[in-house]
């Protein structure tokens, strides 16, 4: 009965425009949010799942409720389903949005001997700092490896117990022996075995970050005074050794720039046509975030406050070029995807920077 009446009331009353939806269970839970460009359509298929295993089956079976919310376009249904689920985090959605798994991130560690590390999305971490997002994972642990050895920086898990050099002798310090491996083969500076002051670990870490930011090339010319070392020495299996982790780390450093790049590049004001000029929204997009929406300005003054709203968003300065904030990961995701499968529509952008006259022409 409580089916039949959810379907009676997708039949009286949805239609195939975009939107977004919420399943919500008897004690009042949102247990799955979703989205369609055509709502009608897509919430009568949950009514047509021939198998009870099915995903739509079983959200079905626990729903109590269903509603959904229309919106002038798909981009704003993506946009909506996102927020909800990072707000609601509803157990049937299974990750922050679908496109994460094909993507990785470098993740800057808290406390005090941080390291970087990869993770495929932010999580329920949303107050990190993240690099990327990367393709190919296991290459970019690969050069984070490289980056790490060449600088000591640790790599090993992150509730290591640390102990600095110059840290009070507050507990008794680990044994030295056999202590950390990659200390011990002259790796790791070894802050979990009190082998290293906190000041030089930091300032090996802040070189690192750096390099990766593009700032200066330590790592490089350490690995190229290596490799040219072993040349000399006419050790050249040592030299080629060398010269294919120079490649891996410069591969990297070209990678955190072109991402840069990419980040700096979505940043426009994006307008959307709806079914009607009244329903048609402009996006305001700084670095892969949105920051302001509203209905697209069809008059001289509704264009200049527009303006006015753009130079307000780009006035504060933001961190790093290449780095973003963890819980604008999901975010920048979802703008790379949609106008990485729908480029035509980058041509509805104007990009905003220090002139944006092109605003109110």
């Known amino acids: 009965m409580r089916i039949d009446n959810m379907l009676a009331l997708v039949k009286d009353n949805a239609r195939d425009v975009p939107g977004v939806y919420r399943m919500t269970?008897?004690?009042?839970?949102?247990?799955?949010?979703?989205?369609?460009?055509?709502?009608r359509t897509r919430l009568l298929s949950?009514?047509?799942?021939?198998?009870?295993?099915?995903?739509?089956?079983?959200?079905?079976?626990?729903?109590?409720?269903?509603?959904?919310?229309?919106?002038?376009?798909?981009?704003?249904?993506?946009?909506?389903?996102?927020?909800?689920?990072?707000?609601?985090?509803?157990?049937?959605?299974?990750?922050?949005?679908?496109?994460?798994?094909?993507?990785?991130?470098?993740?800057?560690?808290?406390?005090?001997?941080?390291?970087?590390?990869?993770?495929?999305?932010?999580?329920?971490?949303?107050?990190?700092?993240?690099?990327?997002?990367?393709?190919?994972?296991?290459?970019?642990?690969?050069?984070?490896?490289?980056?790490?050895?060449?600088?000591?920086?640790?790599d090993c898990r992150l509730d290591q117990p640390i102990f600095f050099a110059d840290q009070p002798d507050l507990l008794p310090l680990p044994s030295r022996t056999p202590g950390c491996i990659r200390h011990e083969i002259g790796k790791c500076l070894g802050p979990c075995v009190a082998a290293v002051r906190e000041d030089e670990y930091l300032e090996r870490f802040r070189a690192a970050r750096e390099f990766l930011e593009g700032h200066h090339d330590a790592p490089l010319a350490i690995l190229r005074g290596q490799m040219e070392a072993s040349s000399d020495a006419l050790d050249f299996e040592r030299a080629a050794v060398m010269r294919d982790k120079l490649k891996r780390l410069e591969s990297l450093r070209e990678q955190f720039l072109r991402i840069r790049f990419a980040l700096e590049s979505l940043s426009f004001v994006y307008t959307v046509p709806g079914a009607t000029p009244e329903t048609s929204l402009s996006y305001v997009v700084r670095r892969g975030r949105v920051r302001h929406e509203g209905p697209a300005p069809r008059t001289a003054a509704e264009k200049r406050a527009l303006a006015a709203r753009v130079s307000e968003i780009l006035g504060p300065a933001e961190r790093a070029p290449a780095a973003v904030p963890?819980?604008?990961?999901?975010?920048?995701?979802?703008?790379?995807?949609?106008?990485?499968?729908?480029?035509?529509?980058?041509?509805r952008t104007v990009p905003i920077g220090a002139d944006d006259s092109a605003l109110t022409a």
């Open 46 to 154: 949950y009514f047509r799942a021939q198998f009870p295993r099915d995903k739509g089956a079983r959200i079905l079976r626990e729903a109590a409720a269903l509603e959904w919310e229309p919106l002038p376009n798909e981009f704003s249904a993506l946009l909506r389903e996102l927020r909800l689920i990072k707000q609601l985090r509803p157990r049937y959605n299974v990750a922050m949005k679908r496109d994460a798994r094909h993507h990785a991130f470098v993740r800057v560690s808290r406390g005090p001997a941080p390291r970087f590390h990869v993770v495929r999305s932010a999580g329920t971490d949303e107050t990190g700092t993240y690099y990327g997002p990367f393709r190919g994972a296991i290459q970019l642990e690969e050069a984070l490896r490289e980056l790490n050895d060449v600088l000591g920086l640790r």
């Open 326 to 347: 963890g819980h604008e990961v999901d975010e920048v995701l979802l703008l790379a995807s949609w106008f990485s499968r729908n480029p035509k529509e980058l041509k």
């Open 25 to 39: 269970s008897v004690d009042g839970e949102v247990i799955y949010v979703g989205k369609s460009k055509a709502l």
